[in-house]
């Protein structure tokens, strides 16, 4: 098997879409302890049922969590860092769309809410997992005392065509993107290594819908590789950001979006 990895991780939005892809690419590539949180727990038992059939090896754990409850997730962290022994790599990967409107027609509570989950829920969880991380001893210079890999967006870089209507979306990715900066500078002397990831369209049960129906098909035009990405190519891209073989890359937004804003 390949190591890629090593010691526990911890995701966010592990039931499905970027989250589960990257569960799975990990269990592929040499943890050995994953912890997967998610506010749906039955999709979230199917993926521990998949991944324990797949990877007996690994020990796993799921946990029903509410990113906005700042009580439930410092309680996470700390539950699986007691039963785990720490955490080696935390991936925010929890975060939702919006419905569709340009601002003179959104409603405040349809911007709170994606904020609420995207940016404020990220940074909830990050706080936390570097809490727990400046406890660890450091491994040495390239893995230090832990990883933390943000998932952002290509729209945390650059912005849609107006008429999308996404506001709250873009606004929490450029959120995102600014959080992992800032605290990347700041921890990095500690020993722990902060990135985002910036992808493109993915084919996720989030747009799964529009894909179907075609009504992407003239966005996915634009891509010069003319498709949606698939799941596990974010999550490979992850797996590099959340490895030694990203060890010099710190406060990074990486776009992996099929050369679209290139």
């Given amino acids: 098997m390949a190591s890629q990895l090593q010691g526990t991780a911890f995701i966010t939005g592990g039931a499905s879409g970027i989250g589960k892809a990257t569960a799975h690419v990990f269990a592929k590539n040499g943890i050995s302890g994953l912890v997967l949180a998610d506010v749906n727990m039955a999709l979230l038992a199917e993926t521990i049922a998949e991944l324990r059939i797949q990877h007996p090896q690994i020990r796993l754990a799921a946990l029903q969590l509410d990113v906005t409850d700042e009580g439930a997730v410092e309680a996470a962290v700390r539950e699986t860092a007691e039963k785990f022994g720490g955490i080696d790599i935390g991936v925010n990967a929890a975060g939702i769309s919006c419905r569709p409107a340009p601002s003179h ?37 390239r893995e230090g005392r832990g990883t933390i890999v943000n998932i952002a967006s290509m729209y945390g870089v650059t912005a849609p065509p107006g008429a999308f209507g996404v506001g709250p979306y873009v606004a929490s990715k450029h959120a995102v993107v600014g959080i992992t900066k800032m605290d990347a500078k700041a921890y990095a002397k500690e020993g722990i290594r902060i990135n985002a990831i910036c992808p493109g369209w993915v084919n996720t049960p989030m747009i799964s819908r529009s894909i179907e129906s075609g009504a992407l098909d003239s966005q996915f035009a634009m891509v010069p590789l003319g498709r949606p990405a698939v799941a596990d190519e974010i999550a490979n891209a992850i797996l590099f950001l959340a490895s030694p073989m990203s060890s010099y890359m710190c406060g990074a937004a990486m776009v992996v979006d099929g050369g679209l804003t290139a």
């Fill in 105 to 141: 027609d959104m409603e405040l509570a349809d911007w709170q809410r994606v904020i609420d989950i995207n940016q404020t829920g990220l940074w909830i969880c990050q706080r936390a997992l570097i809490r727990q991380m400046l406890k660890q001893e450091s491994r040495g210079a």
